[in-house]
């Protein structure tokens, strides 16, 4: 029972105000039957300039995503990581997204090929299409006028060879060099530099150098000429693997002639090599040091530097510290890098754990698809998505990805067109997974009838437990 003295304040209030607001009984209802007062909504795009990427599954509006026109502004960087189990659609992502790129005329694509079957890699197909030969390091046809890259071509810097120098040797023996070996080096590339000026300097002229030191350098730093020698030994025998050993004849003579740096697509395939030997990250160095030298200009060209099984370079202290300062130093010439990897852990476990953090954070750009639940809680809590997000994941279907750029998180199905499939759905990607192809329609029609049953399921859940009031 209201207070009298409420009651007449109210009346007098009315009165002289009017009736200021309309008293409604509750309403008792379930939160199923509630969902309906309130309408759906969407999550904004990223706009309407760049690649079409396919669509965002809950609005269905088309899904476009261009790094080039979203910096500055969405984007505090171009860079992009890519991740997810073998057979969900990353392969086929990253190749129809590069054929889309390439329809702009001031775009340029460099990948590093590490898969591959049946002789080839698997961008063969692409280049084929486009005209162009991949660069192929393989060290059973380099003595036979294979390809080369030279870490002493004249292209680079003398800073960056001796830093390239310094890189491969270290990822050869696992540790840093000391001083006494890092003088040895120094002064033996600066004697080699100085002195061979009618050819290019290879690195059988810097092994020599180590072997047999100049007097000129132990005086320098007043000490025995034998002792520059044994400092300069382990350095010898590393570069030897490269000039006599596993690795010989990629690296070691004149870069070859009619490498086009200036096509619009350039793939080093690297799909000979085997992936867990040491090979792989020296490679990796030799390669993105020549190109941090050789490809990036300041001529306004948009280049997107895309590599695969990129844990080879981010579980690498030396190599991930090379590769953080191309980054850094791309950003400005208009460098998007796209890391592709299967899984986080590979990486934020690794031996290179600081390196890779800061890789990461300097991708702004995440997607990630189907993962095992907790493979998909570590994800998630490493790159800071919702709740929401990270309980998707597992359910996934191929060619369905989490996007966040930049904190907008968003559901997408990735779409190919017919002219696309045959040069993106090779073999290899068919195979890569024990699951069966299932055509593109049937993929989005299962993922979503599995989502409107989960739906269903918790709605069912919720009002067998209890019921709401709504006012």
Do not use: C
């Not at 280049?127 to 680079?156: K, V």
């Not at 000979?272 to 160095?285: G, K, W, Y």
């Amino acid at each position: 029972m209201r207070d009298p003295l409420s009651v007449l304040t109210d009346a007098f209030t009315s009165f002289l105000f009017g009736k200021v607001e309309t008293t409604r009984l509750p309403v008792r209802t379930s939160t199923g039957q509630a969902q309906a007062v309130y309408l759906p909504t969407a999550a904004p795009g990223l706009g309407d300039s760049g690649v079409i990427i396919g669509r965002e599954v809950y609005s269905g509006k088309g899904y476009i995503y261009d790094p080039f026109q979203l910096y500055g502004q969405q984007l505090p960087a171009p860079h992009w990581l890519v991740l997810g189990e073998s057979g969900n659609g990353k392969s086929a992502l990253e190749k129809t997204y590069v054929l889309r790129q390439l329809r702009f005329r001031d775009r340029q694509v460099v990948v590093l090929d590490a898969q591959g079957e049946d002789g080839v890699g698997e961008w063969n197909l692409i280049a084929q299409e486009l005209g162009i030969t991949p660069i192929r390091l393989d060290p059973m046809t380099a003595l036979d006028g294979g390809i080369r890259l030279n870490p002493l071509d004249p292209a680079i810097t003398s800073t960056g060879q001796l830093a390239l120098l310094r890189t491969i040797i270290e990822v050869a023996m696992g540790h840093g060099l000391d001083e006494r070996s890092g003088f040895a080096l120094k002064v033996a590339h600066a004697h080699v530099n100085e002195t061979i000026t009618d050819r290019q300097p290879v690195l059988m002229d810097i092994v020599e150098q180590l072997r047999h030191p100049e007097a000129a350098s132990a005086e320098a730093m007043n000490v025995d000429l034998d002792d520059v020698r044994a400092w300069g030994l382990d350095v010898a025998l590393v570069l030897d693997r490269l000039v006599d050993g596993d690795l010989r004849g990629m690296f070691d003579g004149p870069t070859t002639v009619g490498i086009d740096l200036d096509a619009p697509l350039i793939v080093f395939d690297l799909s000979h090599i085997d992936r867990n030997s040491i090979a792989m990250p020296i490679l990796m160095a030799i390669v993105g040091v020549w190109l941090e030298h050789t490809w990036i200009r300041p001529d306004r060209k948009k280049r997107i530097f895309l590599v695969e099984e990129a844990w080879h370079i981010i579980n690498s202290p030396f190599v991930a510290q090379l590769f953080q300062r191309l980054l850094k130093f791309g950003r400005r010439l208009g460098l998007s890098f796209v890391a592709v990897v299967h899984h986080l852990s590979d990486v934020v476990d690794g031996a290179a754990a600081r390196e890779a953090a800061a890789i990461l954070k300097m991708a702004s750009t995440r997607t990630i698809y189907a993962q095992k639940a907790d493979e998909a809680r570590a994800t998630g809590r490493v790159l800071g998505l919702p709740r929401w997000a990270v309980e998707i994941i597992p359910t996934l279907t191929p060619g369905i990805a989490v996007w966040d750029v930049n904190g907008n998180v968003q559901v997408v199905k990735h779409l190919v067109t017919e002219a696309e499939r045959p040069l993106v759905f090779t073999d290899r990607a068919m195979t890569e997974s024990s699951r069966p192809a299932v055509p593109e329609h049937v993929q989005a029609a299962e993922w979503e009838a599995e989502q409107r049953a989960a739906l269903i399921e918790r709605q069912q859940q919720m009002d067998e437990s209890s019921e709401s009031t709504v006012a």
